[in-house]
């Protein structure tokens, strides 16, 4: 399937099922009823495994000592706390559609006094509010999938990134191995909708994940987008048994 076909296939589909409201009102919303199980649900899911993959895209950008980046769909603040502690970077803004998650991301910097050196702000990756070339760094983990138009927010992280700055992209994928995947499917089609719905209340969201994990672009898919929006050196590399990648690429 090409990178466009499989783009407008994730752009389709929606938290809340329904096209009347735009992607992007009902992703916050969502994020917005979720945010307080979000952390609890992450490590349920990922079994834990989520803080290593986040881990392996940090060394990523390791060798270029960034010192100003952008964590976009930042979340509950979890990847830009790891950047800060791994990399040291001067500073670190994380940008969020959900000022639910993003309440909970500033109660975690408050509590290990990082307040100086992360900060952040709601707002749209579809249309960033910063200067073009303004980072050398530009990270998203567990979000591009979100995206109500994807090669848009791509552009977008592209034109905020200075020359030579790296975007580091980590996103839930689909194993290939028909065996692992029967059981994956088992997993994130069945089980995680149910355990969801008990802690945040919220089934819908749940069942989301699964589906937009399925459509979004993957492999060469997703680098092809990458390089669409201008950037070079497009690579990925796929993680436990598949169920996760990285992807970067440099400007």
């Not at 993003?102 to 249309?127: T, W």
């Not at 030579?164 to 994956?184: A, D, K, N, Q």
């Not at 898919?221 to 950037?231: F, S, T």
Request: one cysteine or more.
């Amino acid at each position: 399937m090409s990178s466009d076909s499989q783009e407008n296939k994730v752009e389709q589909v929606t938290p809340y099922g329904t096209h009347e409201t735009a992607k992007t009102e009902q992703v916050r919303q969502m994020f917005d009823s979720i945010a307080p199980a979000y952390d609890f649900m992450n490590r349920a899911m990922t079994m834990g495994i989520d803080i290593w993959w986040r881990r392996l895209a940090v060394k990523r950008l390791k060798p270029l000592k960034p010192a100003l980046i952008l964590d976009v769909a930042t979340g509950t603040g979890d990847f830009a706390i790891q950047l800060h502690e791994s990399l040291g970077p001067r500073h670190i803004t994380g940008i969020d559609l959900s000022r639910g998650m993003l309440d909970e991301a500033v109660r975690k910097v408050k509590a290990r006094g990082l307040e100086q050196a992360i900060a952040f702000e709601q707002g749209d990756c579809m249309s960033l509010g910063m200067e073009d070339e303004s980072f050398d760094a530009v990270t998203v983990a567990f979000g591009v999938r979100n995206f109500e138009h994807l090669q848009q927010g791509y552009r977008e992280m592209a034109r905020v990134l200075k020359p030579g700055g790296m975007l580091c992209v980590l996103e839930l994928s689909t194993p290939t191995h028909h065996v692992i995947r029967w059981f994956y499917d088992l997993y994130t089609l069945h089980i995680i909708p149910w355990l969801g719905s008990l802690k945040s209340g919220d089934k819908s969201a749940y069942r989301y994940l699964p589906q937009s994990i399925a459509a979004v672009p993957q492999g060469d898919d997703m680098l092809q987008l990458m390089r669409n929006a201008g950037l070079r050196d497009a690579k990925f590399r796929r993680l436990t048994l598949g169920v996760c990648t990285i992807y970067t690429a440099v400007k």
